[in-house]
């Protein structure tokens, strides 16, 4: 399987800062990665696919980017909207798998 | 405007056997080319479990193959989960999605295995 680790785990920001979560997948695998939001409660919904894809109706302030093994999201002046856990899944292999989650939380 | 809807029991017990249904309405079931599951324990982070094509055609996680059994039944609409000798470690919020080209899930359902 290939192994995706995400970091942070959690983090805490104030509105207006910007973050940055990092996926590192234990091999290759070209731009096959989305990005997710998760808030409580709710299904995940995917912001970015593609690794660098924005989502219909996503705001800009979501920038996707990397490939290969290294991925980010960056989420430019963090809005209070934001406050939730992201999710980055790999779909290059069976089978899929997801990193284990960045929590953001206001600082 | 595609909507899924998980249904299944709420509490199985400990090797039973739990079937979910998810059922999508506002488009054909053959809208999305493969239609997953996804679980996630209370806490924890997001399990792909399998998927099924509109055709039938299954991918499965190696891990939880021998315990999950994908369905489709296209005259309904309707695709199902089958999990069989379920444990405590089965208890989790279960996601019907389509994560191909569009991004479509379900509210989830929650599942608790307990005695």
């Known amino acids: 399987d290939i192994q995706v680790t995400q970091s942070p785990s959690s983090l805490s920001a104030s509105v207006g800062d910007t973050v940055t979560i990092t996926c590192r997948a234990s091999?290759?695998?070209?731009?096959?990665l989305a990005w997710y939001q998760q808030k409580s409660g709710k299904a995940p919904k995917r912001l970015i696919s593609?690794?660098?894809s924005l989502q219909s109706g996503v705001p800009s302030r979501f920038i996707g980017s990397g490939s290969g093994t290294e991925f980010h999201l960056t989420v430019i002046s963090l809005q209070p909207e934001d406050f939730a856990t992201y999710f980055c899944?790999?779909?290059?292999?069976?089978?899929?798998?997801f990193g284990q989650g960045t929590k953001v939380e206001i600082k | 405007q595609v909507q899924l809807q998980e249904s299944g029991p709420g509490l199985v017990k400990p090797s039973g056997t739990l079937s979910l249904t998810c059922t999508v309405s506002?488009?054909?079931?053959?809208?999305?080319?493969?239609w997953t599951w996804v679980r996630q324990p209370p806490g924890k982070g997001l399990e792909w479990i399998g998927e099924?094509?509109?055709?039938?055609?299954?991918n499965y996680n190696p891990s939880l193959k021998s315990h999950f059994t994908l369905s489709i039944d296209k005259s309904r609409s309707q695709f199902s989960l089958r999990l069989s000798s379920v444990t405590a470690a089965d208890t989790a919020v279960y996601y019907c999605?389509?994560?191909?080209?569009?991004?479509?899930w379900g509210q989830g359902t929650l599942v608790t295995v307990s005695s």
């Open positions: 999605a389509c994560l191909t080209a569009d991004d479509y």
């Open positions: 506002g488009a054909s079931i053959s809208t999305c080319d493969w």
């Open positions: 099924i094509h509109h055709t039938g055609i299954t």
């Open positions: 091999q290759a695998i070209r731009n096959d």
């Open positions: 593609a690794a660098s």
């Open positions: 899944l790999q779909h290059n292999r069976y089978p899929w798998t």
